[in-house]
């Protein structure tokens, strides 16, 4: 490529000069190429250590004038072709015009400029990609693409100088990190290290430091260890490792691909050797972070943060921390942990005013909330430009107050008395007058009962009020207060101040008529509620009367949701669980309905109404507890392994016991999914949930390892799981809750564990305290930290189960050992996430749906199986192989969805490497018929079509029916069904299900009979099959002796038939041969069998054998075989009427000649004897057919060709090779595929 000119001093230190003129001078760098010698390795060496660009451009041009010691580097290259081409350019253009120059200034100043000026011309064209990557990156990425034979969809994120340690020897080189790949590259003194890696396969990832690695990153496979230290900076590369890691992790958990994010905001100045992509993904972590640690809806995203302080009247301090800007909120977050966190939504702010600076307060600005709150910052940096930013998302921030629900749950915040449980005349009043939240639409619900606008605690607490409950009335009273005295100092609703005394009360536990509103508050889903009027209402009206899996689940679990409490024994607690759980499903279809989201559910329905308790749901399903309630229960079973790990570090005495006894697994899905609420008193548990919607996940761990401390004694002493069980059962049975004023309800769980002598009380505060007491050391990064190391684990564990699942569902007799099934797996799998990632323009539907039973999660379609189907078969038929890959593709789609599944992958290749002669062949016959054959292939009338117009439909019919009659019975079944009425059709299917079962037991007899055009497309198919053959002459010579004969014997079989059937055209035989020809016809067919005899014929194809191999080539590239006018396709009948200069000795040797030459014998006599009409047809004979049987026969004559079909291929030494040609194979197909034919 042209680069800018720069000065070179040393023009001939590790330079070899290869050619020269008086103004240009052509380079080799030492040691590329061959020899070089002990220079040559040094060199090597240095180009990677330094990261030279010779590694990459070996070759290069300068540019010097006679007199002048300075060279000026203006082209390089990758190879001597494209070097060459730069150095011919500038011979033939700028040669010439050097040489009237008198000045060399001027000489210099000229090449400069022309360069300068391709350079302009070529980035022109490159403009509209909006590339912002910088040089130095762009020329990595360059040469990371060329060093691992990535393509061009493969985007390189960073590089990173760095060692690998292969055994006790550090290699230095350059480690590339890839959206989809780890690749290092070391070369030192002629010892090269290439590594490929992909994210997906990585099963562990850590960072750590020990006597023989200092600090280096760990890097995981199912088959190998990889050790990289000598960072410049560790933390950056093992974070952003993370990240991509992540990344691979999600794309194999819900199929979600990595795509740019083009919101994000760019920066004004491209830092230098940063891409773009890592810009984007260092944005994406930020946001990530912003909103898990604010509760922000997912669509949120940063704008940017800055250093500030902020007044807190409660405490009348000028607290220091960050304030973080976003499209909807100003969130500001202390230096100390607890210190004070904000939310400032901007829907409620209305003034954003810059105040006067003094030396006490610089740069102040204060921000008024619809509340009546103000909150006071200072100390900003650029305070302009924020409150530009802060105006210019207050325009976009939509002004119109939201009605419903929203306007009745701030009534409740501003007047607390409203909060008081109704009277019994109001509960029986309520559910006939349709609530608040739902009242915009009465349609969607009129049949079932609706729900009353309150938790339905309230409508069913059947005890007098708070004042007659004594000490624990009094408690919740005081309780109560402590609320509103906060609420008085620190504000109430959204914009709260929340600091280490909100997390205190919390503990202490929510006071029941504000539980509704603080969890909506702590969760963030006020915040989605809000911004979201209308929606829940929506969806229940979408979602009623819909049926689903999801639907049904959630019918049968109904019931089972927590039966015990008043609320769900009866219908109104009932449907209002079934519209939230069904509205859910609706919404989030990848989750739609999993166990444990009805107890959760139920308990926020008891406090919340139902539109509260669905945007609870959403909060915790989306955001606090990821993944937890996916198909395979991810999130809760990568917690699980958190607190496994947890143990071990706090509890290490119980740990190896607990992994004993296997304990761990089985009590902590329970506890986890259901936060407790299954295993607990329902009063105790609701406080534990008070405490996760404040902390988040940190609260579960800590109480599970609190519980566990309790027990540890006992558990010590058990001597089996269901001991263990029991112990931990009875425990958590007697967790009580003193205070609460609920009346009891039984707990299910307690009447199964109860035993003679129960445990002691144990009070849920009390846990609470301890909990924090001894495990409050859990930090929310750390959690995060080790969800990505279980997630890597329990991914790839899931993954393997997949695949073992998978294999187990191949039929026995496929042929392949468990081993190679696997191996086929892995390159299958690999397959269809290269399509995902590489190919953009692949179609949605092969993107996987975890949803699907494991066999059909992984699809491919068919450019993705040609490619396969290149590197694993045995069949190898050079450039005629995508022409069979997709005959054998859509062979084995059965169901015509364009996509095949890796059974049927593996049926395809078993049918070629296994079974004897005769299955192989028969897998070749069927090969050549319908459906694998398509019609376009098989069709020369096509190509009449703009010559005919007319009588094109006819000419295309009749091939096409042919083909699909010729021995089956189900087309004209088909066609009498369609004449029918309704009815018949149902018979039609239960014979088309009944073959389907009976194809199992197919005999060669069932094969359809083969015509000519068929015939001859398969006597190509085996040319191109014995072109790169060691036996490949006699093979030839086989091949063309059976194919002479099975002529004639089609011949033969024609005559015969054309005796017997000469009757109208509508009394077709049993065997529905073709109809009889006109008696002209006949006369000249007569003479073929003849002529089938001839010597000269075969001598004609034994003469051309030598010139196959070349000659195929030409022919298959210019369209043979894909009906673009190839004379060896099907022609039409009316060929053999018009034309009698066509002999029928023509297609005697079609068959007895390799085919390709015949080839481009048939189109000089179609091309020059005849009229451009008569071309269009050809010597093929529609009449004619054979039998699977007369081919095997007639091949078994032939030692050489049964030997070539009863050889064994080991297909495991081809996986091993298609593995390491995956990526180069992806950059070649890419350029390939428009021009394959077929």
């Not at 402590?482 to 101040?497: A, L, P, Q």
Request: glycine share 6%.
């Amino acid at each position: 490529m042209w680069l800018s000119p720069e000065e070179v001093l040393v023009a001939n230190a590790l330079w070899v000069t290869e050619r020269a003129n008086p103004f240009f001078v052509l380079q080799r760098r030492r040691g590329h190429g061959k020899g070089g010698g002990l220079t040559g390795l040094l060199v090597g060496t240095l180009d990677v250590v330094l990261d030279s660009s010779a590694r990459v451009a070996p070759y290069r041009i300068l540019h010097q004038t006679q007199d002048s010691q300075i060279y000026w580097t203006v082209a390089c290259g990758s190879s001597r072709k494209e070097i060459t081409k730069h150095w011919e350019w500038l011979e033939n253009n700028l040669l010439q015009t050097l040489s009237i120059f008198d000045s060399e200034e001027d000489i210099t100043t000229f090449v400069k400029g022309k360069i300068h000026g391709i350079i302009a011309e070529e980035n022109k064209n490159l403009q509209p990609q909006g590339d912002e990557d910088p040089g130095k990156f762009k020329e990595a990425e360059l040469k990371m693409r060329k060093q691992f034979g990535m393509p061009e969809g493969e985007k390189l994120v960073n590089y990173y100088s760095c060692s690998y340690w292969k055994g006790r020897v550090p290699r230095q080189g350059w480690l590339y990190l890839t959206v989809n790949h780890l690749c290092f590259y070391s070369f030192l003194l002629g010892k090269e290290v290439n590594l490929v890696v992909q994210w997906v396969d990585i099963t562990r990832l850590e960072k750590n430091a020990t006597l023989l690695f200092p600090e280096s990153i760990h890097v995981e496979t199912r088959d190998q260890e990889l050790f990289f230290s000598m960072f410049l900076n560790i933390g950056e590369t093992f974070k952003l490792m993370e990240q991509l890691a992540n990344l691979a992790m999600r794309q194999l958990l819900d199929s979600e691909g990595f795509l740019e994010d083009k919101a994000l905001p760019r920066p004004i100045r491209p830092h230098r050797n940063i891409s773009a992509l890592k810009r984007d993904l260092d944005a994406r972590a930020k946001n990530e972070c912003y909103r898990a640690t604010f509760r922000l809806p997912r669509d949120e995203q940063l704008d940017g943060h800055t250093g500030c302080t902020l007044w807190t009247p409660f405490n009348k301090l000028h607290i220091p921390g960050q304030m973080f800007i976003s499209n909807n909120y100003i969130c500001f977050a202390s230096k100390e942990e607890d210190a004070c966190h904000l939310i400032i939504p901007l829907r409620e702010v209305t003034i954003v005013e810059k105040a006067d600076s003094s030396s006490v307060l610089p740069s102040p600005l204060s921000i008024s909330t619809k509340s009546k709150m103000t909150f006071l910052f200072a100390n900003l940096k650029d305070r302009d430009f924020l409150v530009q930013r802060i105006s210019d998302f207050l325009q976009k921030t939509p002004s119109k107050q939201p009605g419903g629900i929203v306007g009745s749950r701030k009534a409740s915040v501003v007047d607390p008395s409203t909060e008081s449980s109704p009277s019994p005349q109001e509960v029986s009043e309520q559910p006939t007058s349709l609530a608040s939240p739902l009242n915009s639409h009465q349609s969607f619900c009129v049949q079932e009962v609706p729900t009353a606008s309150q938790g339905l605690l309230k409508l069913f607490q059947k005890n007098s009020p708070v004042e007659d409950l004594g000490a624990k009335g009094a408690k919740e009273k005081m309780k109560e207060e402590s609320w509103h005295i906060h609420f008085f100092e620190y504000g109430r609703g959204v914009c709260m101040y929340r600091t280490a005394k909100t997390r205190a009360l919390v503990l202490k536990g929510i006071p029941e008529s504000l539980r509704g509103e603080l969890w909506l508050l702590f969760s963030g889903a006020w915040n989605e509620m809000e911004t979201h009027p209308g929606y829940y209402t929506e969806l229940v009206e979408k979602s009623t009367g819909k049926y689903s899996l999801a639907t049904e689940e959630i019918e049968r679990d109904l019931h089972r949701s927590m039966p015990e409490h008043p609320a769900f024994q009866n219908e109104l607690g009932i449907a209002a669980l079934r519209r939230v759980l069904t509205a859910y499903a609706f919404r989030n279809p990848t989750i739609g309905y999993c166990q444990a989201m009805n107890i959760v559910t139920s308990v926020l329905l008891l406090y919340g109404s139902e539109e509260e308790a669905f945007w609870l749901l959403v909060a915790l399903c989306e955001r606090m507890l990821p993944d937890y309630y996916n198909t395979r229960v991810v999130g809760a079973l990568v917690d699980q392994g958190i607190f496994e790990e947890l143990t071990r570090d706090f509890l290490p005495q119980l740990s190896e016991k607990m992994q004993d006894l296997g304990v761990i697994s089985s009590i902590s899905l329970s506890w986890f999914l259901t936060l407790f609420l299954s295993v607990m008193p329902f009063e105790s548990a609701v406080v534990i949930v008070d405490c996760f919607f404040y902390e988040g996940i940190k609260v579960i761990l800590q109480v599970a390892l609190a519980v566990l401390d309790a027990n540890m004694e006992q558990l010590l002493g058990c001597s089996d799981e269901g001991e263990a069980m029991t112990v931990l059962g009875r425990y958590l049975d007697n967790v009580v809750n003193k205070q609460s004023v609920s009346p009891p309800i039984p707990h299910l769980h307690a009447l199964l564990t109860s035993g003679d002598d129960p445990p002691a009380e144990v009070d849920i505060f009390e846990l609470l305290k301890v909990s924090y007491e001894k495990f409050s050391s859990l930090r929310a990064e750390d959690i995060e930290q080790m969800r990505f190391k279980q997630r890597l684990k329990v991914i790839q564990s899931l993954e393997d189960t997949a695949k073992r699942s998978v294999v187990r569902a191949i039929p026995v007799d496929i042929g392949f050992s468990i081993e190679e099934l696997e191996d086929l797996y892995m390159v299958f799998k690999a397959k269809h996430l290269a399509s995902q990632y590489w190919g953009c323009s692949r179609m949605v539907a092969s993107r996987r749906d975890p949803s699907l039973p494991y066999l059909e999660q992984y699809r491919i379609d068919a450019s993705q199986f040609q490619e396969l189907f290149a590197s694993l078969t045995p069949w190898a038929c050079g450039s005629h192989t995508p022409v069979l890959a997709g005959r054998m593709f859509r062979l084995l789609d059965k169901n015509k969805d364009l996509l095949i599944n890796f059974k049927e992958f593996v049926m395809g290749m078993s049918g070629m490497y296994h079974g004897d002669l005769t299955e192989k062949l028969k897998v070749l016959y069927k090969l050549h018929l319908p459906p694998a054959l398509s019609p376009e292939e098989a069709e020369s009338a096509l190509e009449a079509a703009h010559y005919f117009t007319e009588d094109s439909s006819s000419e295309e019919a009749l091939p096409q029916e042919e083909q699909e009659g010729s021995g089956s019975e189900d087309v004209q079944e088909k066609k009498g069904e369609e004449k029918g009425t309704g009815s018949p059709d149902y018979r039609h299917y239960l014979r088309m299900w009944a073959k389907e079962k009976e194809v199992q037991k197919e005999t060669i007899k069932d094969l359809p009979k083969m015509n000519q055009e068929q015939f001859i497309e398969l006597c190509k198919t085996l040319y191109n099959m014995f072109s790169e053959d060691p036996m490949e002459q006699d093979l030839y010579h086989a091949i063309a002796t059976v194919a002479s004969l099975l002529l004639r014997i089609g011949e033969v079989g024609k005559k015969f038939s054309a005796r017997t059937v000469r009757k109208p055209r509508d009394c077709a035989t049993e065997e529905d041969e073709p109809p009889a020809p006109e008696p002209h016809q006949d006369t000249a067919r007569e003479r073929q069998p003849p002529a089938a005899g001839d010597p000269q014929a075969k001598g004609g194809g034994d003469m051309h054998l030598g010139k196959v191999p070349q000659e195929s080539q030409v022919v298959v590239e210019a369209g043979s075989g894909e009906g673009q006018g190839s004379p060896s396709q099907p022609l039409s009948d009316d060929e053999t009427k018009d034309d009698m200069s066509m002999s029928s000795y023509s297609v005697v040797s079609t068959g007895s000649l390799p085919c390709e030459d015949l080839a481009d014998d048939t189109v000089l006599v179609g091309g020059e004897a005849c009229s451009p009409t008569v071309r269009i047809g050809g010597t093929v004979d529609t009449d004619w057919c054979i039998s699977f049987e007369q081919i095997l026969a007639s091949i078994l004559t032939e030692s050489v060709l049964v030997n070539f079909f009863e050889k064994r291929v080991d297909i495991g030494l081809k996986i091993k090779d298609q593995k390491k040609v995956e990526r180069q194979f992806s950059t070649a197909s890419d350029h390939e595929q428009p021009g394959v034919s077929g």
